[in-house]
């Protein structure tokens, strides 16, 4: 199969993840990859077997990234994608959509009918987060994107999209994956003080970084000592952080295998995003993979068997769940984390990959597309 994947860009991100991934995975069985994206946007964040099509800000092909181009506007970055895709569709069988902003240039370029649509990130309620007017305009155009391609042609990453405000599908569900050779399974040990906390630092609100301090200056208030450990910086403003710069670090990993290794160099990870609680969360992945105990605001694929769960912004309740974790039993905290490793095992790129690429052929072959 010839499969065209149009793309905002390649940056780093969750969903970037996925995609490179799942593309890896298809060029290695046989199959054609080829992902769509502006010029500007620069060569992947992560490693994939996919192949690049550049288009100029006109929607043209082009033999290659130019990052001294301006990254074009909304507008233009519209029309240049469905342009671009008119111009190259002829020659895939399959177009992967992927995000809302990438529909309506493919269903403007005539290739619905042979479009499936991949939904994995928080749209179009991120949009609605934010401050501006513009974007909640955006987000309540957005919001009828999902009605755009038919149902069983929409793959959702979590069983809590199906039926889930607008999202109709009647595809497989197709969760993030992850190398569990990369992420495996620490040596279990116990937890004593100090108690060294990780999290992953994210600019965006949502992403709990901010619901993470405010844990840790409880933890501290209660006589625990803490260490807190953070991946990529927090993005708080100085004051926000005044008092604990003794107890912070921050580390940069550089890829997956240095990024394994940070979670498995704490004792507990906290993932306190704030919204859509049960939509999948990387960090939750990744903690539950390596060994580590997760502590979340309810996030995929952890439950109760598997993580330590807490209400959203309440630093009391995640302080009562680390001395929860502090006192259990050894081999009760051990099976609690080999469940949750047992479960990501689930979560391998082939199978995630041939369950997607199987339903796509199946769909494709019985419209005759």
Same mark, same amino acid.
């Given at each position: 199969m010839n499969?065209?994947?149009?793309?905002?860009?390649?940056?780093?991100?969750?969903?970037?993840?996925?995609?490179?991934?799942?593309?890896?995975e298809w060029v290695r069985d046989g199959h054609r990859v080829d992902f769509l994206m502006h010029e500007s946007s620069g060569e992947p964040y992560f490693p994939t077997e996919g192949n690049i099509v550049w288009y100029s800000s006109d929607g043209r092909v082009t033999g290659a990234p130019d990052t001294d181009q301006p990254e074009p506007g909304f507008q233009q970055s519209f029309h240049a994608m469905r342009r671009a895709i008119a111009c190259v569709q002829r020659d895939y069988d399959t177009v992967l959509l992927n995000h809302s902003m990438t529909v309506w240039p493919a269903v403007m370029a005539g290739v619905r009918h042979k479009s499936f649509y991949y939904i994995q990130l928080y749209e179009p309620e991120v949009f609605f987060a934010l401050p501006s007017a513009r974007m909640k305009l955006l987000a309540a155009i957005l919001w009828w994107t999902y009605w755009i391609i038919p149902a069983k042609k929409c793959f959702v990453n979590s069983p809590m999209y199906p039926g889930y405000r607008n999202i109709r599908t009647r595809a497989p569900i197709i969760p993030p994956g992850i190398d569990t050779d990369k992420y495996y399974q620490k040596p279990f040990r116990e937890i004593s003080s100090p108690v060294v906390v990780g999290?992953?630092?994210?600019?965006?609100?949502?992403?709990?970084?901010?619901?993470?301090? +405010? $844990?840790? !200056?409880?933890?501290?208030?209660?006589?625990m000592d803490v260490r807190l450990r953070v991946a990529?910086?927090? =993005? *708080?403003?100085?004051?926000?952080?005044?008092?604990?710069?003794?107890?912070?670090?921050?580390?940069?990993?550089?890829?997956?295998?240095?990024?394994?290794?940070?979670?498995?160099?704490?004792?507990?990870?906290?993932?306190?995003?704030?919204?859509?609680?049960?939509?999948p969360h990387y960090p939750v992945i990744e903690s539950m993979a390596c060994g580590t105990p997760v502590v979340t605001t309810g996030y995929y694929p952890g439950d109760a068997e598997t993580t330590f769960l807490v209400p959203g912004d309440n630093p009391g309740a995640v302080l009562e769940r680390v001395r929860e974790l502090m006192r259990m039993?050894?081999?009760?905290?051990?099976?609690?984390? +080999? $469940?949750? !490793?047992?479960?990501?095992?689930?979560?391998?790129?082939?199978?995630?990959?041939?369950?997607?690429?199987? =339903? *796509?052929?199946?769909?494709?072959?019985?419209?005759?597309v």
């Open positions: 499969i065209l994947v149009p793309v905002l860009n390649l940056k780093a991100s969750g969903g970037t993840r996925v995609l490179c991934n799942l593309a890896s999290i992953i630092g994210r600019k965006a609100a949502w992403k709990g970084v901010r619901q993470a301090v +405010d $844990a840790i !200056r409880a933890m501290l208030a209660d006589g990529y910086g927090l =993005h *708080m403003p100085e004051e926000e952080l005044r008092g604990l710069e003794e107890i912070v670090e921050t580390v940069m990993p550089r890829d997956d295998g240095q990024l394994a290794d940070f979670y498995r160099s704490v004792d507990v990870m906290f993932a306190l995003a704030t919204i859509q609680q049960g939509a039993d050894g081999a009760e905290l051990k099976a609690k984390l +080999d $469940a949750a !490793r047992k479960k990501v095992e689930e979560l391998q790129w082939k199978r995630l990959s041939s369950v997607m690429l199987r =339903h *796509m052929t199946e769909v494709s072959a019985h419209q005759g």
